[in-house]
């Protein structure tokens, strides 16, 4: 693999280099321009990748750029970048950046956007990958062989559907989490200690995806093979639609996607 340069080296990019670097991808091959002192540090002890503190000259050599700074500071990292990256192929896993601001601000319109979520971490993410008509199938080969080892990928035909992509699962893990949360409150309300409702909790989640994902099954159907009229399983789900927590839920998802195309008109302007 030609060399990549990542512009911001923060969690996300950590966990791409990580996953690159696992995969057999040599430490030359990587380099992260990234401000601080401390990260760029750690990324070299981490990783043994070269880390630079400004953007210069050597990044011509890169085939791609993967773009991982916070939104904010995309326009002022785009800057000094811009002269030395042209030529190459784009992967921007911010939020908030549309394609349109990135090819501009790049000089190519050779840009895919990813979406991906925290847990890339560990290499159990999920990312939505939108490609702009100027990226070839190799190109799109290319994307998904760097994302590989921080999960699974989900390509998407246009790219408001990344909106959508960002309230699921670019959200979501705050959501389990927040599952979880009440899950280990009722723990404790219910005479167990919270450390005993977080591993159960965590341990439903994790087998009731499993099982999810090796079925044939929707989801549904499953649900109902646990749901006897009458019975413990039946008396939560009909007091959580006395609440409406469906319909809440999805509310929310809604919400967070209308947030989304909010954040994409106020980090997309030049």
Same mark, same amino acid.
């Given at each position: ?52 503190? !400004? !953007? ?13 700074? *916070?939104?904010?500071?995309?326009? %002022? ?35 895919? $956007? ?22 070839? %199938? ?13 999960? $699974? ?44 409702? *977080?591993? @159960? ?10 099982? %999810? ?11 109902? $093979?646990?749901?006897? *009229?009458?019975?413990?399983?039946? !008396?939560? @789900?009909?007091? @959580? ?12 998802? *809604? ?16």
């Amino acid at each position: 693999m030609d060399t990549i340069a990542f512009i911001g080296g923060g969690n996300m990019a950590s966990a791409i280099v990580g996953g690159l670097r696992k995969s057999g991808v040599e430490a030359r091959a990587i380099v992260v321009v990234d401000p601080g002192d401390a990260q760029r540090d750690k990324l070299q002890a981490d990783f043994g990748v070269r880390a630079l503190p !400004a !953007a210069d000259a050597s990044l011509e050599a890169a085939s791609l750029v993967v773009w991982a700074v *916070k939104p904010q500071y995309f326009q %002022a990292a785009a800057l000094p970048c811009a002269p030395h990256v042209d030529r190459a192929l784009h992967l921007s896993v911010m939020a908030g950046i549309r394609s349109d601001a990135i090819a501009r601000a790049a000089r190519t319109q050779r840009v895919v $956007r990813a979406m991906p979520n925290t847990p890339a971490l560990i290499g159990q993410g999920i990312s939505g990958l939108f490609a702009r008509d100027a990226v070839s %199938a190799d190109e799109r080969a290319t994307v998904v062989r760097v994302l590989a080892p921080t999960g $699974r990928t989900l390509w998407v035909e246009r790219e408001d559907d990344l909106d959508a992509v960002t309230a699921l699962s670019g959200s979501g893990p705050a959501y389990v989490f927040y599952f979880v949360e009440a899950m280990m409150q009722a723990a404790t309300e219910m005479g167990l200690s919270a450390e005993q409702g *977080k591993a @159960l909790a965590l341990a439903t989640f994790s087998g009731a995806s499993a099982l %999810a994902g090796a079925s044939d099954e929707p989801p549904q159907v499953l649900r109902e $093979r646990v749901t006897s *009229k009458g019975g413990t399983t039946f !008396a939560a @789900l009909s007091s @959580l639609e006395a609440d409406g927590v469906k319909a809440a839920f999805v509310k929310a998802l *809604k919400a967070a996607q209308q947030r989304a195309r909010e954040l994409g008109d106020e980090f997309g302007r030049d």
